[in-house]
């Protein structure tokens, strides 16, 4: 098993920033890759952006250039640092973990962006 806690969800104005922070516990030496998946009304979830337990990572087409997930090994969490948000990216942001065939996901952070 595997915990996940967010923390860094807010109110921000566009064009502001946040940084996200997901703390891993549990049986971690097993995961492949962690990320970050947000889901706004109506919507569904979709991902943001992942890191591999190598280092690569992805992003989505909407947040390339502004998002950036990084990891502190040491700590066990993993960041979204997100900048130049836009009144679009609010949602619930999770955190996930992958350690196959599992799928362990966080309590969810709002995000708000204001225009």
């Known amino acids: 098993q595997v915990q996940l806690v967010e923390s860094g969800g807010g109110l921000v104005q566009a064009g502001g920033s946040l940084r996200l922070s997901c703390a891993a516990s549990g049986s971690i030496f097993s995961i492949t890759a962690m990320g970050w998946h947000r889901q706004a009304p109506g919507k569904q979830r979709e991902l943001v952006a992942a890191?591999?337990?190598?280092?690569?990572?992805n992003y989505a087409d909407s947040v390339k250039g502004r998002f950036t997930i990084s990891k502190d090994n040491a700590k066990n969490t993993v960041y979204l640092q997100m900048n130049s948000l836009k009144p679009e990216d609010t949602a619930v942001y999770y955190c996930?973990?992958?350690?196959?065939?599992?799928?362990?996901w966080g309590q969810g952070t709002q995000v708000t962006v204001s225009s």
């Open positions: 890191i591999t337990s190598g280092g690569s990572t």
């Open positions: 996930n973990a992958r350690d196959v065939p599992y799928n362990y």
